[in-house]
């Protein structure tokens, strides 16, 4: 069973910068492509970032490509999602999630298996 748990939410001045981090626990993390996704109150979950096991291979939406960079320890079970240049709209609830039957990093919320509870982020303008 894999477990993700998210920290590293709060609240930041626009411009500023926050690094989220998720904690896997479970059998297998080194092998599962990890994204990132978010929730703003009265919209759907949208895709940021997702990378591979070995962290070669990314993929960025292209709200967040050159603000946000997505990375991971596979000797720690970390996955990080560095927030830059953050605007007011970043609000939302930022959820960390796990594919187990695919190799490359997708952003379709469909094809991950595995979520975090989420963690808030808040921007202030």
């Known amino acids: 069973q894999v477990q993700l748990v998210e920290s590293g939410g709060g609240l930041v001045q626009a411009g500023g910068s926050l690094r989220l981090s998720c904690a896997h626990s479970?059998?297998?993390?080194?092998?599962?492509?990890l994204g990132w996704f978010r929730q703003a109150p009265g919209q759907g979950r949208e895709f940021l970032a997702a990378?591979?096991?070995?962290?070669?291979?990314?993929k960025y939406a292209p709200s967040v490509q050159g603000r946000f960079i997505i990375s991971r320890d596979n000797v720690k079970n970390l996955v990080f999602l560095q927030m830059n240049n953050l605007k007011p709209e970043d609000t939302a609830v930022y959820y960390c999630?796990?594919?187990?039957?695919?190799?490359?990093?997708?952003?379709?919320?469909?094809?991950?298996?595995?979520w975090g509870q989420g963690t808030q982020v808040t921007v202030s303008s």
């Open positions: 999630a796990a594919q187990i039957y695919n190799t490359a990093p997708n952003d379709l919320e469909r094809s991950y298996d595995y």
């Open positions: 479970g059998r297998g993390f080194s092998r599962y492509p």
């Open positions: 990378i591979n096991w070995d962290g070669r291979d990314t």
